[in-house]
């Protein structure tokens, strides 16, 4: 049986986790479930799923289920957390956390040795490099779960040279309007997604396509292939999920609909494929469309590709700049334009590039943009 620990269990992903753990309980142990301070849904969750332990990062949540009988033993605050992956049996760990909280656990994890099924793309942009030399230290392996990079990762299974990598995008719900036309765009319009259901973060990620930019760095760090060699088409249907050109021209893609638990379960069972009620394609209605991102509308894309090519430290500016201007924008300090104004002139302020090496040195690039970014919000808006 798989032992399985879950970091940000009651997110979007997390409950598509915790369908496919309900699904197949015979391949699974849960040793440990994860959040920030959901309390009743991680205990709820614990309980169902039998888990060993649930943990929750915000230790003034824990106390309503501290203490409670016939469920999981409940794990406050971080530090503790990380003692517990540490402690339990080689694992695959889930990293499902919403954003740069999530580097320290799945860090940790791979130190341990611990699989992980990354879906946490934030940890991959600020620290990919550190994520990959601490994995190849343990021989931990990571597998892809964001949908796109778990296409690839599919067409990938020949384990040949490859052409070009092409992320598939849906365009977001803001897709062919013009910058004029986003200008007083609600937090509400922003969040509805055309195909899939996700957290905010991620939901206003995608309506100013800073998740296809996060994507692509994330594509770079996971496969190893140049920028050069990976492409972004729009495909609003968002039922091809990414494409592997290979070198004689051969281009294999993954197709389904959109459905979280498909990755997930891919990512658990790979290089088999288990069962999975799951509506199917109805060939005979498809209609796919393909079309160029409109990269003067959406900057960021261009952003993220400049940031990659410069690596160091600035995909972590990058990434703790979007998190701040995303937190503003729902908080109403700042319109949707201002969210990629900000990422931008928070970049723009950086003097002295350096490789990453060390978590220290993430830890202190994430820290350094994070307050840029709040100086620039507060400076601008
Ligand atoms: N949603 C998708 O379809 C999708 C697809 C591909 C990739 N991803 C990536 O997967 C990650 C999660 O996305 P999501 O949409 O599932 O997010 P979400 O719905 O907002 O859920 C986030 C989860 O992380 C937990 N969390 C947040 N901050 C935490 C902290 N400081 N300490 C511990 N736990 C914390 C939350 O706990 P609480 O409930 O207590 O707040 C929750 O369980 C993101 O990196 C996203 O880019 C998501």
């Not at 496969?223 to 999920?241: A, K, L, R």
Request: aromatic share 6%.
């Amino acid at each position: 049986m798989t032992h399985v620990i879950v970091l940000g269990a009651t997110g979007s992903v997390g409950k598509a986790v915790a369908e496919i753990l309900a699904i197949h309980p015979e391949e699974f142990v849960v040793e440990g479930l994860v959040a920030n301070k959901s309390n009743q849904a991680l205990w709820e969750l614990g309980q169902r799923l039998g888990a060993r332990w649930i943990g929750l990062t915000d230790e003034n949540a824990c106390d309503p289920i501290t203490g409670r009988l016939n469920g999981p033993e409940v794990v406050r605050g971080m530090p503790e957390i990380l003692d517990h992956i540490t402690d339990s049996p080689h694992s695959k760990v889930v990293g499902a956390m919403s954003g740069f909280s999530g580097l320290v656990p799945t860090l940790v994890a791979i130190e341990k040795g611990h699989d992980i099924l990354l879906a946490n793309k934030e940890t991959m942009v600020a620290a990919g490099d550190l994520v990959r030399s601490y994995a190849a230290a343990s021989g931990s392996q990571i597998i892809p779960v964001d949908s796109e990079h778990s296409a690839i990762f599919q067409c990938l299974a020949q384990d040949q040279p490859v052409r070009r990598l092409i992320l598939t995008c849906s365009g977001g719900p803001f897709r062919g309007r013009t910058q004029t036309e986003l200008k007083s765009v609600s937090i509400a319009e922003a969040l509805n997604h055309p195909k899939w259901s996700m957290g905010k973060k991620i939901s206003i990620d995608s309506a100013t396509l800073m998740n296809k930019g996060l994507e692509l760095i994330e594509a770079h760090q996971l496969f190893g292939v140049s920028y050069e060699q990976i492409d972004v088409v729009i495909h609003p249907q968002s039922i091809v999920h990414s494409m592997v050109e290979y070198m004689d021209g051969a281009t294999l893609a993954q197709l389904g609909q959109p459905d979280m638990r498909v990755p997930v379960q891919v990512a658990f069972s790979w290089p088999q494929r288990w069962p999975l009620p799951t509506l199917p394609l109805d060939w005979s209605s498809l209609n796919l469309t393909f079309e160029k991102p409109d990269e003067k509308t959406f900057p960021a894309l261009a952003l993220a590709r400049d940031v990659g090519r410069l690596g160091g430290m600035m995909p972590a500016i990058f990434n703790a700049a979007n998190e701040v201007a995303v937190q503003a924008f729902l908080q109403q300090r700042i319109p949707y334009l201002g969210i990629v104004q900000t990422v931008e002139a928070t970049l723009e302020k950086m003097q002295h590039n350096e490789p990453i090496t060390t978590l220290d040195t993430v830890l202190h690039a994430d820290r350094w943009g994070r307050e840029m970014a709040n100086l620039v919000i507060t400076q601008r808006f």
